[in-house]
């Protein structure tokens, strides 16, 4: 190898080199379940009650790895190293059935559809339409719920829920953070319904 193939072969290597050590670690966040201290609209609901949840769609192009963010009414930000620890469809499940298995002050509260035969008598239907946000500035979570009497097929109401969480700064754990706060309010809300309408 003649002296220039070497360094141009050496240059090259140490531009790879560089351009490994810039690169971010992957940086991975997950949905929390409220406070307890924010459980105040705790509901009696008989044990024999089942509350389902489910099904519950979330536009595509949030469902993603990675944290979708908005920086415009129009234009969407991916980021490839802030990602969810899973699936956010099924992360917002989780934390939305744990929410309100606190708020309802009853264990019965399961995913929907489920692999094992449930005697549901509540479920809720939940389609999310907006559940993004902007660092530094709010999450907005923007969904129509209805709640469904399994007993007899009814609708019991169905309703739009519009909320905006601030973000306390502008780094990507603050905004899952707001996530996470927005989905309490949602929690809360369908608490309410729980008791508002339970026949």
Request: net charge neutral; glycine share 6%; with cysteine.
């Amino acid at each position: 190898m003649s002296l220039h193939s070497r360094i141009i072969c050496t240059i090259t290597m140490i531009f790879m080199l560089i351009g490994c050590g810039s690169t971010p670690p992957t940086e991975f966040y997950t949905l929390s379940p409220l406070n307890r201290s924010l459980q105040t609209a705790q509901t009696s609901v008989s044990h024999r009650d089942i509350i389902g949840v489910g099904p519950i769609t979330i536009p595509e192009f949030l469902d993603r790895p990675q944290i979708v963010t908005r920086t415009t009414a129009n234009r969407l930000d991916i980021d490839e190293f802030h990602r969810w620890g899973g699936s956010l469809q099924e992360d917002f499940a989780r934390v939305l059935i744990e929410n309100l298995s606190r708020l309802l002050a009853t264990h019965p509260v399961r995913g929907y559809p489920s692999s094992e035969p449930l005697d549901l008598r509540y479920r809720f239907a939940i389609d999310v339409q907006q559940f993004d946000g902007r660092p530094g500035k709010e999450v907005t979570l923007n969904a129509i719920w209805t709640l469904l009497d399994e007993r007899t097929g009814k609708s019991l109401i169905t309703k739009r829920f519009e909320h905006l969480s601030p973000v306390a700064s502008s780094d990507y754990e603050a905004l899952v953070a707001a996530h996470s706060t927005a989905l309490a309010a949602l929690s809360l809300e369908l608490a309410n319904a729980i008791r508002t309408n339970r026949q």
